[in-house]
């Protein structure tokens, strides 16, 4: 509550520093002339409603999430759009209430507020303006999993002043609204609740390569995670991974909900694993010349783990 309060209070407090600026005289006093104090009690009222209004749709919200879940990105969106018009009306009203709109105090409103923003409020107002583009132009949505400034983790919440992330570790992360003009997105999913997922798997170059990849096909397509309405593929090639050369198995296939992600990785990866022992398809082996280690002096080989 405390968070969305400071939000709302944002914007309309920093009116005020900014009128003395509009005066231009060598009296704080003649700020008063803006101020409707009659108007202070119904900005509170308004505030206060806001608030409670913000607390009603968030519960509402995860409410309605845990029980559709195939609509959890659609009613995440759209409580982000709603709180964002929430914000908007509240600012406003709590402006026109306190503020004296006459012609002359909007030009010298409009003139403060300019220095404000181009000054003590710029990083503040940059934020504010990117989550407004973030929302529209939506190069990623609430409930996305994304990839910025070196973090990875799902869109929680997308606000005013910054974006919230929660990363596969559980931790939160809030990142300011202007980073996601300068930095490099990318969203795994798009707004969907499938993604797509990538897992290696590097096996000896001498392996049966074939019966390889038909083990990992089937462990992918017979995954209990798996979203089969989109295709799912074996890669193979042959890589050089730090001392040792191998063939690389990259199975691309769809997870049917984010939230199952590492899930799915696991289960296909130890079913592989167990089924790669039984078919006797060995781990690549490290090739080595003589004095490549100390006290080696013949060739010789050994098996990665």
């Not at 944002?10 to 009116?15: C, R």
């Not at 990363?167 to 996601?180: A, E, G, H, Y």
């Not at 083990?215 to 017979?222: C, G, L, M, P, S």
Request: no cysteine.
């Amino acid at each position: 509550m405390k968070r969305i309060y400071i939000g709302l209070m944002t914007s309309a407090i920093v009116l005020v520093p900014s009128l003395a600026h509009a005066q231009n005289a060598p009296d704080a006093g003649g700020i008063i002339k803006f101020i409707k104090p009659s108007g202070i009690v119904a900005a509170l009222v308004a505030i206060l409603i806001a608030v409670l209004t913000l607390r009603g749709i968030n519960s509402l919200t995860t409410r309605f999430t845990k029980r559709f879940t195939e609509h959890r990105l659609l009613t995440q969106q759209v409580n982000t759009v709603v709180r964002f018009v929430i914000y908007m009306i509240t600012i406003v009203l709590v402006v026109t209430s306190v503020i004296t709109l006459e012609k002359e105090a909007l030009l010298a409103l409009s003139g403060a507020i300019a220095v404000t923003v181009g000054f003590a409020l710029k990083d503040l107002a940059s934020s504010v303006l990117a989550g407004i583009t973030i929302l529209f132009d939506r190069p990623f949505q609430v409930g996305d999993r994304v990839t910025v400034a070196g973090y990875y983790g799902e869109i929680t919440a997308i606000g005013l002043r910054s974006v919230r992330m929660v990363t596969l570790d559980d931790s939160m992360v809030t990142i300011p609204n202007n980073r996601f003009l300068t930095e490099i997105t990318v969203s795994g999913n798009a707004g969907a609740l499938d993604m797509q997922i990538v897992i290696d798997f590097l096996i000896a170059v001498d392996s049966d390569v074939r019966r390889a990849k038909q083990i990992v096909i089937e462990a992918v397509r017979t995954s209990r995670f798996v979203y089969l309405e989109k295709p799912a593929v074996v890669l193979v090639n042959d890589v050089v991974e730090a001392n040792y050369l191998a063939t690389r198995l990259r199975a691309k296939a769809y997870v049917l909900d984010i939230h199952y992600e590492k899930a799915f990785e696991t289960d296909v990866t130890e079913r592989v694993k167990e089924a790669f022992r039984k078919a006797g398809v060995r781990p690549p082996a490290v090739f080595y010349r003589p004095g490549a280690s100390p006290g080696g002096d013949a060739t010789g080989s050994h098996t990665a783990h």
